[in-house]
């Protein structure tokens, strides 16, 4: 299975919030911005996510692959319950993206490099 496989999984695995299988294609020592958070870490900050934004889908708009990494550029449209990264967002419909790259290790997503448009999300409020 190649990487890019592997990232579509990883992401159907998000979507429906499949939190038994998250071991399948996230590493057990996983870094996420350059700390290591380790896979209980990352599914409870995903788990966190899903529950501030009980809408939230993740919506791959350009994938590229150059094994061993992964970069993507994600869309969200949503509606994050109260504040959401310091905004007063309070049930607000926003739309923002991010854009993430990813590292694979023995077939499994080993860091994550994350930057997200707060920006645009600004701009809505």
């Given amino acids: 299975m190649t990487e890019t496989d592997l990232y579509r999984g990883y992401i159907d695995c998000l979507n429906n919030q499949d939190w038994q299988s998250l071991h399948r294609f996230v590493h057990d020592e996983v870094h996420y911005n350059g700390d290591r958070v380790g896979l209980s870490g990352y599914r409870d900050m995903l788990e966190r996510d899903f529950r501030d ?73």
């Fill in 53 to 125: 934004i009980p809408d939230l889908y993740f919506d791959v708009q350009l994938m590229i692959s150059e094994p061993p990494f992964i970069a993507s550029r994600l869309q969200f449209n949503c509606t994050p319950k109260g504040t959401f990264f310091g905004l007063p967002i309070n049930g607000k419909k926003v739309s923002f993206s991010e854009n993430v790259f990813y590292e694979f290790l023995n077939d499994r997503i080993r860091n994550v490099w994350s930057v997200i448009d707060k920006a645009a999300i600004e701009a809505q409020l």
